[in-house]
């Protein structure tokens, strides 16, 4: 069974592009949580998914977007990045208010 | 705003030594907490959980106690193996939606034969 895939696993841009980071929860899971790690900190929060639906959303501009499929699977969408968007991004999915179960996350690099 | 504080580290342990690191939390309601880990290499996992007050969490050999008097949820082990050298976090839920956490930064646990 496979767990929580995400790609790229790596990835390099300058500021201002765009990115689309991409995640597929494990099987049977209908949520899909994203969130951004900087270096040497904890996760924090960017937005969940659910019915294909932003179900909630923590303190990240509008630059910051996503979507869900029918399949369950997600992207997250940056615009116009900045330097500081530089971090670890986790994909994260589980059942509806269940334990959720992380990917090992897309290095994006903006330089 | 709720969050979490954890100690700092990196904590450096010989094996069999006694595992605490601490995580202090600020929050209005009564949150859910939660200890993660991150092995290198891996995913996040989620290592235990309490959902209320004086629930105590445990795993693999390691516990956490739910203090809402101290707001705390220290983790602690007893005797800790080389396997155990990872990054963990300290986490809470506040609204019930296990899918929102709000994290600790992190303490790094390297566990030396």
């Known amino acids: 069974d496979a767990g929580v895939t995400q790609s790229p696993t790596h990835l390099i841009k300058t500021r201002g592009q765009q990115v689309t980071l991409r995640c597929s929860p494990k099987?049977?899971?209908?949520?899909v949580s994203w969130y951004q790690q900087a270096l040497g900190q904890g996760p924090q929060f960017i937005f969940q998914y659910y019915e294909e639906e932003e179900r909630q959303r923590g303190n990240f501009p509008d630059r910051f977007s996503g979507h869900q499929f029918p399949n369950y699977s997600s992207e997250l969408n940056v615009n116009a990045l900045l330097l500081g968007d530089s971090a670890l991004y986790l994909c994260?999915?589980?059942?509806?208010?269940?334990?959720?179960?992380f990917g090992e996350g897309s290095r994006l690099t903006v330089l | 705003g709720d969050s979490v504080t954890q100690m700092e580290g990196p904590v450096t342990l010989s094996e069999e030594a006694f595992l605490t690191i601490n995580c202090t939390y600020t929050?209005?309601?009564?949150?859910?907490l939660f200890w993660y880990v991150q092995y290198p290499g891996e995913g996040l996992q989620l290592l235990l959980k309490?959902?209320?007050?004086?629930d105590k969490g445990s795993n693999k050999g390691f516990e956490a106690t739910y203090r809402k008097e101290t707001t705390s949820f220290h983790l602690e082990k007893g005797s800790v193996q080389v396997s155990d050298s990872a990054v963990y976090f300290c986490a809470l839920s506040d609204d019930g939606n296990t899918g929102k956490l709000i994290f600790g930064q992190g303490t790094t646990l390297q566990v030396k034969p």
């Open positions: 309490a959902t209320k007050a004086d």
């Open positions: 994260a999915s589980s059942r509806l208010a269940g334990e959720l179960f």
């Open positions: 929050a209005t309601g009564y949150p859910s």
């Open positions: 099987s049977g899971h209908d949520t």
